[in-house]
Each structure stands twice: as C-alpha cells, then as structure tokens.
C-alpha cells in the first residue's frame, strides 16, 4: 500500500475520478466486445467531444471566479455563422475566417466581460441575457439556413494528421507525438526532482519515480498505438492536437501565473484579493473575454466537423461545459478547481455518452443516466470535502506538487479540501 | 457566591482529529446559577469542548462521559442537545438580517405555533418579554440589519432564552463590541445570573473574565490546567494567564527600545465621503505623519473612522477621496490603487483576518507570496522555487506554528492566521505597515509574539501605524499616538506621558480642544 502511494503520491481518494473513468472505459470495454477502444471509436471520441473540454477548461476559469457563463453556446453558434459567411460570401481565405471568427469570439467575450466587471452585473444575468442575445443574432445573420465551410475548415475540426515515412505499422505523426510526449514528460520529471533537491526536500525514492516513469510510458505507448493503428490515412485527431495543446497552456496559466493565483484569490475571497492588490475587475473581464475566446475556438472545430453551421449549433453546450467542471471536482461557490479535474470530468461524460450509444442506450435513458451521474459525482465531492478530504479530482495536480517537496502522506491540500461553509 | 448544585459535568473528554489530540482528558464541572468562564491560548481546545458539549460532535466521536442535570446525555446533533437545554451562541451571529426581531427570536415557529400555523401577535407579545430580560428597549418589528452589533448580541441570548435554555454557551460574546456595548452585555448576563441562568462564557478578554465569572477552566493544549474558584478579586489576569501559558509573562509587552528617524510618510487634511452614505464624511481633515522606526497607534472608538481613514490612503480602498494629499519623503504622491499603494512602500494589514485578510482556501505559502507576487514573477509567470524559498523563510522568521508551508491557513489557529498575513505584507517589504487591530482575537502568548514582531519591523526603519481598541496595549507599544473620534483627529500624545484617561477623554470628547493637541481644525 505505501509503495502505491508513493508511486502515485497523496491520497489515493484524490485519484477516484481518474479510476472512475478507467472503469467506464473498462466496462464498456467489456459490454461492447472491444468497440469501445478501438482506433475508429477512440478517434471519433475525441472529435466528437474535444469541442466540449475546450469549453469546459473556458469554463473551468469563469466557475473558479464564483462566476458562471450561460452564454457560450450562443456565442459558437455567432462566431460559426461568421467564420462560413465570411468564407463563403465575402471572399474571405479560410485562415482570416479562423481569425475572424476568433477575434468576434473575443469581442463578445469583452462586451460580457465589460458588463460583469465595470458595471457590476452578476455573470449569471449578463451571460443569461448574452445567451438570448447571441442566439438571436445568429439567427438574424444566418436566416436559419446551412452555410458550408471550406475544407480547410474542416480539416480543423475532423482531420487527421499526414502519413510519411516509412511503415511502422502505425501513423508516423502519432509515433512522433507519443515519443515527444514521453521524452518530455521524463524530462519533466527528472527536472522535478532536481528541483526538490536544491530545495533540500525529500524527494520519492527512485524506484517509485521509475516505477511512475515506467507507468507513464506504457500508458502513453498504449495511446500511441491505439490512436495510431487505425484504418490508413487516421492518426490522433487534429482536434485531440487542438485540446493537448489548449489543456498545457491553461494549465499552466492556472498553476503558474500571477494572473491563475488572481483568478484563484478573486474566487476565494474578493474582499481580500482585493486589498491584496489583484486587479478584481481586471480578472473578472479577463475570464469571461477567455470563455467567449475558447467558445470561437470550440465553434470553428464543431462546424468543421459537421461540415456546415446550422440553426441549432452550441444549443445547450454551456450545461455540457459546467457539468465537465464540476465533475472535475470545482466549487460552486468559486475558488477551487483545476483544469485536469475539468478535462477528466469532461471526459467521464464524454465515455458515458458515447459508451451508452455503443452499447445501444436510447438518447432518452443516455440523458438520464448522465443527470444522475453529475449529481452522485457532485455529492461524493461534497461528501469528500466535509470529512476533511481533498476533492477527488480537485487536487490532482496540488497532490503531485505536494509530493515534490516530499510532504504529501496526510497533508491536505485545503484549496479543494475546505468546504465553503 | 452562593455555590449551587452541579448542573453538568464533563468527564475525561476525549477527541482525537487524524494526527491531532484536540482534547485530553479533560474534566469540567460547571454549577447551577454560576457564570463560568472557559479561557485557555487559540486552540487549546475550548471551542471543540463546546462543539462536543453541543452535540456538533456527536455522541461516539469524542470519549467520556457528560452528565447534564444528572442524566448521562447522548446527543447525536446540535438539535438534540438545543432540546436538552443547550444553547450555544457563536462568534458570527446567526441572526437572518433582513427579518424582525420577533421573526428572528420565533425562527422555528414551533413555540408559537398551532398545527403549525403562527400566531404573530402571541410571538410579538412574547418577544417584548423576552426582549425586556435582556434588557433591550427595540421595537421587535425592527428588522434585524437596523441593529447595532451589541443589540444583535443581545437579541441571540433573547432567542435562546426563548428555547427554556438551561445552559447559555457565549463563545467571545463582546470580541465584536465596543466599550460600552461590551459592558452593558455583561451587565445583562449578571443580572440573568441572578434569575438563575448558568451560563459557560468562552472569552480572551481577561479583566472580562475576572470581573464576572464565578469560577475558571483553564485549558492548555486540549488537557484542563485547573479550574479556579472566584472569590471576589481573588483571581488576577496575570494569575490566569500563568495558567494558559503556563509561564508567568514578565510583562505582556516586550521591551523595546526605539530608533527614531525623521518624518517620511505624512497624510494632510485628508478627507473621505462614506461610500453608499453621500455627503457623510468618515474622515475630516485628518493629518497625521510617521517618522521612520516609529510606532504610531490610532485609538478610537469603534466606528471612529480609524480604519476608513487607514483603507482610504491604502490606495482608496475605502470610501470615495474628497481632497488631501500624501506626501512620501516630502514629495506629493497619488495612489489611486492598492496596486498603486504597494509599489510606493504601503502595506494594509486589515482588521478582519477571515473577510479581508484570507483567502482561506489557500496554503501558507500561496498567502505568503500573494501580495509581492510581482517580485518573483517575471511576465506574470511565476517562479516556484523563489516562492517556496520566500514562504519558508518568512515562515520561520515569524515563528509560524505549521507542519510545513503547504498547510492550509483555514487549520491555522488565529494567531498563526494573523502571523501569516504579518507575512504576507512584509514580503512586500513595506516602508509604512499599517497594521489594523493586529492582535484582535489572538491569544495572550501570540499577542506578545506579535508585539515582538512589531517592535522588529520598527528597528527595520520601517514606519508602523498601529490601530487598536485596546489602549493598554497601544501605550504598551506605541511611541505616539493619535486619538480619532468621529472621523477627526482630535488628539496627538506622547505614548510615554500619554495614560488610558487622558486618551479616552480624547477619543470621546471634541467639544474642548486639548491644548497639546497639533490638529484642530
């Protein structure tokens, strides 16, 4: 058991939705006589869900400042329309397109973010009106019709990155991707470890490190090969490149920055975070301009992949995206939550959806099933939280730092672990 | 005193927390009729002897016995134990703000009700009662928010007199009153004392405590120390705080010797209008300075503006400017922000450690660094390793009691709270701390640390502006200070010719002007 923990580091409890998702992708495994991981299943998972992470981790920053935004959905179906027209009718090369469907992102995000921050508009009401308004506007600028994009576009939201090489039995590209991801996530750790070193913490015995590296590489040689093997011509998705990518980025502006402590701070105390000399309105703008940002991002994948916006784009997506978050294990009432947490919780949704219509489920029982699982994962958190317990997603991250300084056995990460009582 | 019989026994109490013994073997017998105080450091373990007497701990999670009127007494919840005659009332009011008073006393309805349907003018009837043993002369259809915090006290106990309490538990009843609010509240707990009430009073104001309180546990590090019988006078401050730390204190105040240098922060006729209340001014043409290594105190009384002036030239967090000016090193400056304010040297460290001070979801180190996060951080990202070598550094120069600096600083105790926030300000290497009610709420033992800490930063060349309703200890530990009554600086006194009445006339009275007194306008 201790040798466990020390491979895995902290409370194993804070792992449980990790396991959770292992589990369903297990058991579905199991009830659809091995669809479920294949490359083809595995691919169209990512395609068909990544727009929903990327809003989450959108999502994710808005919740941890005690906000929410009802808005996004809305703000997809705007900034799709966009991005068509302004290919289709105005001339307009499918990159620009790109950055003009991103820079309307922002521009709403702003008009949102200004309402929340500068004259003081909770974000539900500012993003509820947001949610109308936008939805109106799309209709109003696409007149309900179907307006298809380039296949550029679509390459963004359903491609496949290019074959070369010599035959390895598998892509190249996700070969490249699989040892890329695995020299740096040594590098990472061995870094890591100098790291505590210096600090002269106790850093974990190196047979636990090399037991976690050797964990590592098998799990990413498995996502290799599973995304990699399939029918000639797939890889791992550009939309799966498109979601690592944004998932490094944000993390690191969460667990990093001044900016990521400000969101934290504003969310856990504005009072304070403000006498503390954090920009509160700064962060508030900053958040909700960031949620509109990735919602364009989100909108330009989705009408890739449908190959065409339509009148109900983004329809309900920001209740997808606020499920995600709080699955991952963040507060309602603001100041805790991660964007790994988020990934996973959305990722829970993600296997259950699409295990369930594998499995032959009717949308009907899908949805229900999908009601309850947020609620029972939700309570268990908050059952968690109340017995003194880091959050079950909530500290992934916290626990691997805590483990650096060689502190982690029964210390407890209060970030998620204190209940907002 | 006349000694009744037992009311409630507390045997060999046991409670253990994963990895901490909170109380060990304690033993409290508490007698009908008597005010009995509870006194011991920030967590010694009084609150969680409460928490398990009220049932916030339930029967089976703490061991030993407690025998309530003679009955051996079990109970799950606080609900179980409030029927039993257990009444407990907290530091933070649980009072509903926007409801009546007679709303607020008849909050369950039941007392009042029949098949569930409230008769409001039998609990308006009943609540003037109520409201009349407590002394307290209010309408009872004032809404609650109307009142002052010494009447919304008071108006708590109305309510638990209302549940036929036999057990009244006051945790810090007066930590949040004034003088005079404070007094009145105890005046009313006697006088219910004298009907019969026993009540348990949880307190870390001493002279409180030894002129009320008819017997003294004294609890150090979750075990009981002794329990003293008070016989009018006999039991002096200094001989309970021998007990609670187990030390004698040669004084409660370190001693110091002070660096003066010259004048470099100096505020002129500042004025600033109440936020929500236009034309209301809480500050009047208030001008001060502060000289470097030197402790400047401001006393007043609370709501004498003392911490609306402090927050306003702390980047006008406070209030809306209406004129002034503040002059750094003789030269005019504009802070406009409490950004602003930390780049020219300010520090704040406010009064409400819990609202303003924390955010209680994060650890030591992430409060440490949080306010000088520009020094480690280049293009906003920031560098791990020179946060966590600046949290362990001042984590050990401040004595910060933790199993290392990734605790959270919800589990610290309030002194170890207020260290950390001490902390968090110097980091940002501050010229001029201003530091508000900097020992509210903290222990005897923490208060001297704090002090000590203080008299540091001043030796540092540092200016310090030290607010504080506790005049002992701003003679204790100022080398000057100002008087503020009513947004005004009424006085300005030399802290070692300065006595406790010479500055409360000041801090009360503005119809005379005090000859020595710089700023009369």
């Given at each position: 058991m201790k040798a466990i923990r020390q491979i895995f580091g902290g409370n194993l409890r804070q792992y449980g939705m990790s396991f959770a998702l292992i589990l369903l992708l297990v058991f579905f495994q199991w009830r659809t006589h091995g669809i479920m991981l294949t490359a083809t299943n595995a691919q169209n998972i990512l395609n068909g869900y990544s727009y929903v992470l990327i809003l989450a981790i959108g999502m994710l920053f808005v919740i941890i400042t005690g906000q929410i935004d009802l808005a996004p959905g809305s703000v997809a179906a705007v900034v799709g329309i966009c991005v068509a027209l302004s290919i289709k009718n105005w001339g307009f090369p499918w990159w620009a397109g790109v950055l003009f469907g991103l820079l309307i992102g922002i521009a709403i995000g702003a008009w949102q973010g200004a309402w929340l921050a500068f004259v003081g508009v909770p974000g539900f009401i500012t993003t509820l009106a947001g949610q109308m308004l936008f939805r109106g506007l799309d209709q109003f600028i696409g007149k309900a019709a179907s307006v298809p994009v380039p296949k550029e576009i679509r390459y963004i939201g359903n491609g496949y990155l290019p074959e070369w090489g010599p035959n390895t039995g598998l892509n190249n590209s996700t070969l490249l991707l699989g040892v890329v991801a695995l020299v740096a996530v040594v590098a990472m750790e061995l870094r890591r470890r100098r790291r505590v070193i210096r600090a002269k913490g106790t850093p974990v015995p190196l047979w636990a490190m090399v037991a976690r590296l050797v964990g590592m590489a098998i799990a990413l040689g498995y996502l290799t090969y599973l995304f990699g093997s399939g029918r000639y011509g797939t890889s791992f998705p550009v939309t799966g490149v498109i979601l690592v990518v944004l998932v490094l980025i944000y993390n690191f502006i969460a667990t990093r920055t001044t900016i990521g402590r400000g969101v934290y701070a504003v969310g856990g105390n504005r009072a304070a975070a403000a006498l503390t000399g954090i920009n509160t309105k700064k962060i508030y703008f900053l958040a909700m301009a960031n949620m509109s940002f990735l919602a364009a991002v989100a909108a330009i994948m989705y009408v890739g992949r449908s190959t065409a916006t339509g009148p109900s784009d983004g329809v309900g997506w920001e209740l997808d995206a606020i499920a995600a978050v709080f699955i991952g294990g963040a507060a309602v009432s603001g100041g805790v939550g991660t964007v790994v947490g988020s990934l996973i919780g959305g990722l829970v949704m993600a296997i259950l959806n699409n295990g369930m219509y594998l499995v032959g489920v009717g949308a009907d029982l899908s949805q229900m099933i999908r009601g309850l699982v947020l609620l029972v994962a939700v309570a268990f958190d908050l059952y968690n939280k109340s017995q003194g317990k880091p959050s079950i997603t909530g500290t992934l991250l916290r626990g691997l730092r805590m483990r650096e300084r060689g502190e982690a056995k029964g210390m407890e990460r209060p970030r998620a672990g204190v209940t907002q009582s | 005193m006349t000694v009744g019989p037992v009311i409630l026994e507390m045997k060999s109490i046991t409670k253990v927390f994963p990895g901490v013994r909170a109380l060990d073997d304690v033993t409290m017998t508490v007698r009908r009729g008597e005010i009995h105080a509870i006194c011991g450091e920030n967590g010694a373990g009084k609150s969680t002897l409460m928490k398990v007497l009220s049932g916030v701990y339930p029967h089976g999670t703490y061991e030993g016995t407690i025998i309530l009127d003679g009955e051996d007494v079990h109970f799950a919840n606080i609900r179980a134990s409030e029927h039993a005659g257990v009444a407990i009332i907290h530091q933070e009011l649980a009072l509903i703000p926007e409801l009546s008073v007679t709303e607020n006393l008849f909050i369950g309805g039941n007392e009042v009700a029949t098949r569930g349907v409230i008769d409001w003018v039998e609990a308006r009837r009943r609540a003037l009662d109520l409201l009349a043993r407590v002394g307290l002369e209010i309408d009872p259809d004032t809404a609650i928010k109307n009142l002052g915090v010494g009447q919304q006290q008071l108006v708590e106990i109305a309510k638990a007199l209302a549940k036929d309490v036999k057990i009244l538990i006051l945790d810090e009843p007066t930590s949040a009153l004034n003088e005079d609010d404070a007094e009145n509240l105890l005046d009313i707990l006697r006088s219910l004392r004298s009907k019969g009430l026993t009540s348990i009073l949880i307190s870390h104001k001493l002279n409180e405590i030894a002129a009320i309180a008819d017997s003294i546990t004294i609890i150090r590090d979750g075990k009981t120390v002794e329990t003293l019988s008070v016989d009018e006078g006999t039991v002096t401050e200094d001989r309970m705080i021998r007990g609670m730390v187990g030390r004698t204190l040669e004084s409660r105040f370190p001693h110091h010797t002070p660096h003066i240098g010259e004048p470099f922060f100096e505020v002129r006729d500042w004025v600033v209008e109440h936020p929500q209340i236009p034309?209301?001014?809480?500050?009047?043409?208030s001008s001060f300075y502060v000289r470097r290594g030197e402790i400047v105190g401001f006393a007043g009384l609370m709501g004498a503006g003392r911490t609306e002036l402090a927050r306003s030239i702390f980047g006008r967090s406070y209030g809306t400017w209406r004129g002034g000016q503040i002059l750094i090193d003789g030269v005019e400056v504009t802070i406009p922000t409490v950004q602003a304010a930390i780049a020219h040297g300010i520090a704040y460290v406010p009064e409400d450690r819990k609202t303003l001070g924390l955010n209680l979801l994060d650890t030591i180190k992430d409060t440490i660094v949080s306010a000088g996060i520009a020094r480690i951080s280049r293009h906003t990202v920031i560098d791990l390793e020179a946060a966590d070598a600046a949290a362990e550094q001042y984590s050990r120069a401040m004595r910060i009691k933790a199993a290392s600096i990734d605790v959270g600083v919800a589990t610290l105790s309030g002194g170890n709270q207020q260290k950390v926030v001490l902390s968090k300000w110097m980091f940002t290497e501050p010229r001029l701390a201003i530091l508000d009610e900097p020992t509210r709420g903290i222990d005897v033992g923490a208060k001297y640390e704090i002090y000590g800490l203080i008299n540091e930063l001043a030796d540092q060349g540092k200016g310090v502006v030290m607010i504080s309703s506790e005049l002992p200890e701003l003679l204790g530990v100022c080398d000057r200070i100002y008087t503020v009554f009513e947004g005004r600086i009424t006085g300005e006194a030399d802290a070692r010719t300065a006595t406790q009445e010479s500055l409360m006339r000041q801090m009360t009275d503005t119809a005379t002007t005090n000859p020595s007194t710089t700023v009369t306008r």
């Amino acid at each position: 058991m201790k040798a466990i923990r020390q491979i895995f580091g902290g409370n194993l409890r804070q792992y449980g939705m990790s396991f959770a998702l292992i589990l369903l992708l297990v058991f579905f495994q199991w009830r659809t006589h091995g669809i479920m991981l294949t490359a083809t299943n595995a691919q169209n998972i990512l395609n068909g869900y990544s727009y929903v992470l990327i809003l989450a981790i959108g999502m994710l920053f808005v919740i941890i400042t005690g906000q929410i935004d009802l808005a996004p959905g809305s703000v997809a179906a705007v900034v799709g329309i966009c991005v068509a027209l302004s290919i289709k009718n105005w001339g307009f090369p499918w990159w620009a397109g790109v950055l003009f469907g991103l820079l309307i992102g922002i521009a709403i995000g702003a008009w949102q973010g200004a309402w929340l921050a500068f004259v003081g508009v909770p974000g539900f009401i500012t993003t509820l009106a947001g949610q109308m308004l936008f939805r109106g506007l799309d209709q109003f600028i696409g007149k309900a019709a179907s307006v298809p994009v380039p296949k550029e576009i679509r390459y963004i939201g359903n491609g496949y990155l290019p074959e070369w090489g010599p035959n390895t039995g598998l892509n190249n590209s996700t070969l490249l991707l699989g040892v890329v991801a695995l020299v740096a996530v040594v590098a990472m750790e061995l870094r890591r470890r100098r790291r505590v070193i210096r600090a002269k913490g106790t850093p974990v015995p190196l047979w636990a490190m090399v037991a976690r590296l050797v964990g590592m590489a098998i799990a990413l040689g498995y996502l290799t090969y599973l995304f990699g093997s399939g029918r000639y011509g797939t890889s791992f998705p550009v939309t799966g490149v498109i979601l690592v990518v944004l998932v490094l980025i944000y993390n690191f502006i969460a667990t990093r920055t001044t900016i990521g402590r400000g969101v934290y701070a504003v969310g856990g105390n504005r009072a304070a975070a403000a006498l503390t000399g954090i920009n509160t309105k700064k962060i508030y703008f900053l958040a909700m301009a960031n949620m509109s940002f990735l919602a364009a991002v989100a909108a330009i994948m989705y009408v890739g992949r449908s190959t065409a916006t339509g009148p109900s784009d983004g329809v309900g997506w920001e209740l997808d995206a606020i499920a995600a978050v709080f699955i991952g294990g963040a507060a309602v009432s603001g100041g805790v939550g991660t964007v790994v947490g988020s990934l996973i919780g959305g990722l829970v949704m993600a296997i259950l959806n699409n295990g369930m219509y594998l499995v032959g489920v009717g949308a009907d029982l899908s949805q229900m099933i999908r009601g309850l699982v947020l609620l029972v994962a939700v309570a268990f958190d908050l059952y968690n939280k109340s017995q003194g317990k880091p959050s079950i997603t909530g500290t992934l991250l916290r626990g691997l730092r805590m483990r650096e300084r060689g502190e982690a056995k029964g210390m407890e990460r209060p970030r998620a672990g204190v209940t907002q009582s | 005193m006349t000694v009744g019989p037992v009311i409630l026994e507390m045997k060999s109490i046991t409670k253990v927390f994963p990895g901490v013994r909170a109380l060990d073997d304690v033993t409290m017998t508490v007698r009908r009729g008597e005010i009995h105080a509870i006194c011991g450091e920030n967590g010694a373990g009084k609150s969680t002897l409460m928490k398990v007497l009220s049932g916030v701990y339930p029967h089976g999670t703490y061991e030993g016995t407690i025998i309530l009127d003679g009955e051996d007494v079990h109970f799950a919840n606080i609900r179980a134990s409030e029927h039993a005659g257990v009444a407990i009332i907290h530091q933070e009011l649980a009072l509903i703000p926007e409801l009546s008073v007679t709303e607020n006393l008849f909050i369950g309805g039941n007392e009042v009700a029949t098949r569930g349907v409230i008769d409001w003018v039998e609990a308006r009837r009943r609540a003037l009662d109520l409201l009349a043993r407590v002394g307290l002369e209010i309408d009872p259809d004032t809404a609650i928010k109307n009142l002052g915090v010494g009447q919304q006290q008071l108006v708590e106990i109305a309510k638990a007199l209302a549940k036929d309490v036999k057990i009244l538990i006051l945790d810090e009843p007066t930590s949040a009153l004034n003088e005079d609010d404070a007094e009145n509240l105890l005046d009313i707990l006697r006088s219910l004392r004298s009907k019969g009430l026993t009540s348990i009073l949880i307190s870390h104001k001493l002279n409180e405590i030894a002129a009320i309180a008819d017997s003294i546990t004294i609890i150090r590090d979750g075990k009981t120390v002794e329990t003293l019988s008070v016989d009018e006078g006999t039991v002096t401050e200094d001989r309970m705080i021998r007990g609670m730390v187990g030390r004698t204190l040669e004084s409660r105040f370190p001693h110091h010797t002070p660096h003066i240098g010259e004048p470099f922060f100096e505020v002129r006729d500042w004025v600033v209008e109440h936020p929500q209340i236009p034309g209301r001014l809480v500050a009047k043409s208030s001008s001060f300075y502060v000289r470097r290594g030197e402790i400047v105190g401001f006393a007043g009384l609370m709501g004498a503006g003392r911490t609306e002036l402090a927050r306003s030239i702390f980047g006008r967090s406070y209030g809306t400017w209406r004129g002034g000016q503040i002059l750094i090193d003789g030269v005019e400056v504009t802070i406009p922000t409490v950004q602003a304010a930390i780049a020219h040297g300010i520090a704040y460290v406010p009064e409400d450690r819990k609202t303003l001070g924390l955010n209680l979801l994060d650890t030591i180190k992430d409060t440490i660094v949080s306010a000088g996060i520009a020094r480690i951080s280049r293009h906003t990202v920031i560098d791990l390793e020179a946060a966590d070598a600046a949290a362990e550094q001042y984590s050990r120069a401040m004595r910060i009691k933790a199993a290392s600096i990734d605790v959270g600083v919800a589990t610290l105790s309030g002194g170890n709270q207020q260290k950390v926030v001490l902390s968090k300000w110097m980091f940002t290497e501050p010229r001029l701390a201003i530091l508000d009610e900097p020992t509210r709420g903290i222990d005897v033992g923490a208060k001297y640390e704090i002090y000590g800490l203080i008299n540091e930063l001043a030796d540092q060349g540092k200016g310090v502006v030290m607010i504080s309703s506790e005049l002992p200890e701003l003679l204790g530990v100022c080398d000057r200070i100002y008087t503020v009554f009513e947004g005004r600086i009424t006085g300005e006194a030399d802290a070692r010719t300065a006595t406790q009445e010479s500055l409360m006339r000041q801090m009360t009275d503005t119809a005379t002007t005090n000859p020595s007194t710089t700023v009369t306008r």
